[in-house]
């Protein structure tokens, strides 16, 4: 089994559909199987790129635990 990873940046899921749907494997047949995913950076390398990018740590703890709590 190979697999692969990629990251891309787009204003929604179709976007990158259209996007992949260029790629060599897929035009070829040859990619079994397809999952995108939104990805929110919240820290590391990506965290610039977040949606909440200049939150205060303190901010961003309360807006997690609310989500959590919400489920």
């Known amino acids: 089994m190979r697999a692969a990873f990629l990251i891309a940046k787009a204003e929604d899921e179709k976007a990158v559909r259209d996007w992949i749907a260029g790629d060599p494997y897929m035009v070829h047949g040859l990619t079994e199987e397809l999952t995108i995913t939104t990805w929110d950076p919240i820290f590391g390398a990506f ?8 939150v205060s740590y303190e901010d961003l703890r ?7 709590a919400a489920e």
């Not at 965290?47 to 200049?54: D, F, R, Y």
């Not at 309360?62 to 959590?68: G, K, M, W």
């Open 47 to 54: 965290a610039s790129e977040s949606s909440l990018a200049g």
């Open 62 to 68: 309360r807006q997690i635990l609310a989500r959590f």
